[in-house]
Structure formats: structure tokens, C-alpha cells
């Protein structure tokens, strides 16, 4: 496996149950993210970690709680999820945190979760 | 406060047409600037990336920008349009605030590509 691996890449939950969403990466970065891909909407930053310690949380309801064992693996808990939660979830790594000159941001190619 | 846009959700061109991509920053200090791609079903995939060297950019599959600082524009072009070409791209500034850094995306464009 290379690059940036989601599991799984369709999902579909009821408002009640709980569910995780998968992160790995095989590139050997330090950074982690997690981003929110809606309809008509810029991508949304979530979480990011950075040398496995949260970094950031960009005032994501409590429904939505992530874990970063380590630094090849990051995840994201759901639960109670509204339908507006519907999105494509997309995890990203980095060496060094994005935005600098070498935190280019590697993407996975997401997970599409459906709230019913 | 830090933003970007992107002129235009969707763009139409000819296979073999120029392609032009708009992309205007908010910044008060020299931002990082970059596009990315999205191919359908999948997740984005980064293009190009300004960092204060060249203002002219090369970047794959033929894609290359100009960063102009009195546009604060970074417009991605390409000569000749593909039908490979045809996905979402965006633009995102990261305006290295006190050393840290935070990657700000445009809304995005959608490039259609007509044979």
C-alpha cells in the first residue's frame, strides 16, 4: 500500500448508530487532517494533528470525535450524526504542517458517508 | 482576515482550447499559494505551489500559474486543453502568520472539457 488509505469509502448510518471512518498513511509524514467535503461549500478543516498531539479543532461538534494512535493512523468516531453530516470525509497527511513550504498536503481519496 | 476566490464554479472549453483558471488572495504578509486538482472520485492531488522563488510556477500534466502581487492573483493556465483534464481544481493561500502555517481553499472550479 502507498499514499494515503480510507476505509471505508462508502458509509451509510442511521442518526443512532456509531461508526469510524479509517485513516493510514505509508508516507512517513508527522501531520495528519481531517477535512469535511460538502456540496457547494470550500473544504472544511476539521482536525489536525501534528506528531500525534490534536493541533487544531476548527469548532467541529462533539459528534465527530477523532483519535490518532499513532502516526500512521488517524481515525474519526461518529455518532448521533445528523443528515447535514452527509459529506465526503477526506484524510490528508503532510511533512510538516500544510500550508509551508513542505507541507504539501497528500489526500486519500475519502470516504462518503450518507446520514439517514 | 486570509481568503481566497475563485472567479467562476464552472468553466467550459474546447479540447485543445487555452484553459484559465481564476484565483484571487487576501493576504496581508507574501503568502504560499497552490492549486490542486480533484479527479472524480478521488481525493485532491496537488498541482503546483508558489513559495517566493519564481512567480511563474510549472507544475504537471502541463498546468503552470503566475503569482502577481500588485493582481494578488495566482491564475493557473494551460496552453491546450485535454480531455483528461477535465476535474475540480482549487486554489488554496497559506498566509504564514507568525511562522505557522494554516492552509486556506477556495471554493473550487470545475473544468469541463467539450471534444
Known amino acids: 500500500e502507498t499514499g494515503v488509505t480510507q476505509t471505508p469509502r462508502h458509509l451509510v448510518m442511521g442518526m443512532t448508530n456509531k461508526k469510524s471512518l479509517k485513516c493510514e498513511q505509508h508516507?512517513?509524514?508527522?501531520?495528519m487532517y481531517w477535512y469535511k467535503q460538502s456540496a457547494k461549500k470550500p473544504l472544511e478543516l476539521m482536525f489536525v494533528?501534528?506528531?500525534?498531539?490534536?493541533?487544531e479543532n476548527n469548532s467541529v461538534p462533539s459528534r465527530f470525535s477523532p483519535e490518532c494512535p499513532n502516526s500512521s493512523h488517524l481515525f474519526l468516531h461518529l455518532h448521533t450524526l445528523q443528515p447535514e453530516d452527509s459529506a465526503l470525509y477526506l484524510c490528508?497527511?503532510?511533512?510538516?504542517?500544510?500550508?509551508?513550504?513542505?507541507?504539501?498536503?497528500?489526500f486519500g481519496e475519502g470516504s462518503r458517508l450518507t446520514v439517514l | 482576515a486570509q481568503s481566497v476566490t475563485q472567479l467562476g464554479s464552472h468553466v467550459s472549453v474546447s479540447e485543445g482550447a487555452l484553459v484559465l483558471l481564476r484565483c484571487n488572495y487576501s493576504?496581508?504578509?507574501?503568502?504560499?499559494l497552490f492549486w490542486y486538482v480533484q479527479y472524480p472520485n478521488q481525493g485532491l492531488q496537488l498541482l503546483l505551489k508558489?513559495?517566493?522563488?519564481?512567480?511563474l510556477v510549472k507544475g504537471i500534466n502541463g498546468f503552470e500559474a503566475e503569482f502577481k502581487k500588485s493582481e494578488t492573483s495566482f491564475h493557473l493556465t494551460k496552453p491546450s486543453a485535454h480531455m483528461s483534464d477535465a476535474a475540480e481544481y482549487f486554489c488554496?493561500?497559506?498566509?504564514?502568520?507568525?511562522?505557522?502555517?494554516?492552509?486556506?481553499f477556495g471554493s473550487g472550479t470545475r473544468l469541463l472539457v467539450r471534444p
Open positions: 490528508a497527511s503532510s511533512q510538516g504542517l500544510a500550508g509551508g513550504p513542505l507541507g504539501e498536503l497528500f
Open positions: 508516507l512517513g509524514h508527522n501531520a
Open positions: 494533528y501534528s506528531l500525534e498531539e490534536r493541533v
Open positions: 493576504s496581508s504578509v507574501p503568502p504560499y
Open positions: 508558489y513559495t517566493s522563488a519564481a512567480t
Open positions: 488554496a493561500v497559506s498566509p504564514r502568520m507568525d511562522s505557522s502555517y494554516k492552509l486556506i
